[in-house]
């Protein structure tokens, strides 16, 4: 086990953080008035706020954010999911080579961010949709199907 998961900055008196990691949105139903809230037809929740949740693998959320379209504009260097994804890392505290594994699926995962957690020596696995790899070289699509 690596040394930077006993590290009290990690776990302190409620014990310590476990290596998987993971990164998804979850939505909060609301139905009072907010400009943060959104509006999305044909959902289960329709009317509910974005939360945006840094998880460990036994469910405890690690720090989170929430979503709001009309915050002051800033230069968004991965997208809004990459850059998420940095946010949150960052509040938690979480730095590279500590032994933790992050997770998230594609509405994070960009060819450039991997890039960057890769650079910084994160260890991080997300998933991609077809059409957003650029130039990177992969199997034919109907091979990856199978």
Known sequence: MNEGLHNTKYGGQYGRLE??????????????????KQFIRGKPIRFRFRNWAICSSSGYTLNFGIYMERK????????????????????????????????????????????YLS???????????????????MSDKKIMEK
């Open 119 to 137: 650079d910084k020596e994160f260890c991080a696995t997300g998933t991609i949709q077809d059409g957003t790899t650029k130039n990177c070289l």
């Open 19 to 36: 290596e998987s990691l993971s990164i998804d949105e979850n939505m909060i139903s609301y139905y009072g008035k907010h400009y943060a």
């Open 72 to 115: 002051k504009q800033q230069e968004k260097v991965f997208g809004i999911g990459g850059d998420t994804v940095i946010f949150l890392l960052e509040k938690a505290q979480i730095t590279p080579n500590q032994g933790f594994k992050i997770f998230f699926d594609n509405c994070f995962t960009s060819v450039k961010l991997m890039k």
